[in-house]
């Protein structure tokens, strides 16, 4: 009698039924990957500049950028463009946010947001240090690195009569990258 009960088709239809639901949730679940890990590391200006150094044979896009300016916001989603676009072919992309240390839980939640996955830095250090490095007043600010390592443009809002856009970041990093390492 038990198996009768066994062969009944209201118990086959059950098995499948279930087996049904475990293979489609294995399947959501696979085709829903985590999202990617974002990270954001303190550093000091000579840490930063050696992150930059030991990128040496790739070309480099740093985007100094602030939480508390909303150009740099606007813009930082070209940033992530050109590095899905052209970090396979020897790009690489860093984020350094000028803001002060305790904006960490925010520089953070806005680059998560922004799936940022490449290098980002909070540079921990007065402003009149990167202000006089970099020649600059303040954000927004993108610098490109050649395969050697070193600076071919800087792109930043000092002139307002020579005002640039990503588009003109991505047309020097087209030409940079056809130059071999």
Not at 60 to 87: I, N
Request: hydrophobic content about 45%; charged content about 30%; aromatic content about 10%.
């Amino acid at each position: 009698m038990k198996n009768r009960a066994l062969r009944s088709p209201a118990v086959f239809w059950l098995i499948g039924l279930a087996g049904w639901f475990v293979l489609s949730v294995g399947l959501i679940c696979a085709a829903d990957p985590a999202p990617p890990t974002v990270e954001l590391k303190t550093v000091a200006y000579d840490a930063l500049a050696d992150a930059i150094k030991a990128q040496r044979g790739k070309v480099v896009v740093m985007d100094a950028w602030g939480d508390f300016c909303l150009p740099c916001k606007k813009e930082f989603p070209s940033l992530v463009a050109l590095h899905r676009r052209y970090g396979k072919d020897g790009l690489v992309c860093m984020s350094v946010s000028l803001d002060a240390t305790e904006k960490r839980p925010d520089v953070l939640k806005f680059l998560t947001k922004s799936e940022a996955t490449f290098a980002n830095f909070l540079l921990d250090e007065k402003p009149e240090v990167w202000q006089q490095k970099w020649k600059i007043v303040g954000p927004p600010a993108v610098f490109v690195f050649d395969r050697q390592g070193r600076r071919a443009a800087k792109f930043d809002a000092e002139n307002p009569d020579r005002p640039y856009t990503y588009d003109d970041v991505e047309k020097l990093v087209k030409d940079l990258l056809r130059e071999q390492p």
